[in-house]
């Protein structure tokens, strides 16, 4: 599936999402209320290989094509149990939903999307100004290059979505939505870089 621009979001974290946030890519648990100001997960200006238009490189590419296939076995039961989400992913259609909080209201939404440019088709679709009534935040998760974007700002409604940049055509989704107030960006970027060691291992 081609990604073109992400219309609308259909995922959350949960309670667990609630506390890793306030843990760095250096270890901890939960998605955390507090997630601190120096962790990966904030972002950051654009790497000094990268312009306005370009993305930046992607260190290490990483072959993601099974879990393209089966997005639920994106994340191990050893890390939903850490994140404090639903062990059980939900399927919907290329997606791989989790639930978490204290009533199971909240949602994590992986996918995974190829294109010929990858991570570059974000930035060109933010030139392009596909962004300009939503957002468009570069960032970096475990080293791989990464934008907070949507057409929309859903994020002060609770909804924080996440591209990151695998190989030189394929893209890590992760959309978060969970209470408003709570830094969902923060626990996109912890959930994508749990992923990112389940591809890698």
């Not at 072959?63 to 399927?91: K, V």
């Not at 440019?117 to 998760?141: C, H, I, M, R």
């Not at 749990?194 to 291992?201: C, F, P, R």
Request: glycine fraction near 10%; charged fraction near 15%.
């Amino acid at each position: 599936m081609v990604r073109e621009v992400k219309i609308s979001v259909t995922a959350t974290i949960g309670a667990a999402l609630l506390v890793l946030t306030s843990c760095s890519d250096s270890g901890g648990s939960g998605i955390g209320t507090s997630f601190s100001p120096t962790s990966p997960g904030r972002p950051t200006q654009p790497t000094s290989t990268a312009t306005a238009d370009q993305a930046p490189p992607v260190p290490t590419p990483l072959d993601a094509t099974a879990f393209i296939a089966d997005p639920c076995n994106s994340l191990t039961s050893a890390q939903t149990a850490e994140l404090t989400i639903s062990n059980d992913g939900r399927h919907t259609e290329n997606a791989c939903s989790w639930k978490f909080g204290p009533n199971l209201e909240w949602v994590v939404q992986a996918f995974y999307t190829v294109n010929d440019k990858g991570l570059q088709n974000t930035y060109d679709q933010n030139a392009a100004g596909w962004f300009k009534n939503g957002y468009f935040e570069p960032t970096s998760v475990s080293g791989y290059p990464a934008v907070y974007s949507n057409v929309t700002d859903a994020r002060p409604q609770g909804t924080c979505d996440l591209v990151v940049g695998l190989d030189d055509r394929t893209i890590l989704d992760v959309s978060v939505t969970g209470k408003p107030g709570e830094d969902n960006c923060g626990a996109a970027s912890t959930v994508a870089g749990k992923i990112i060691e389940t591809i890698g291992s």
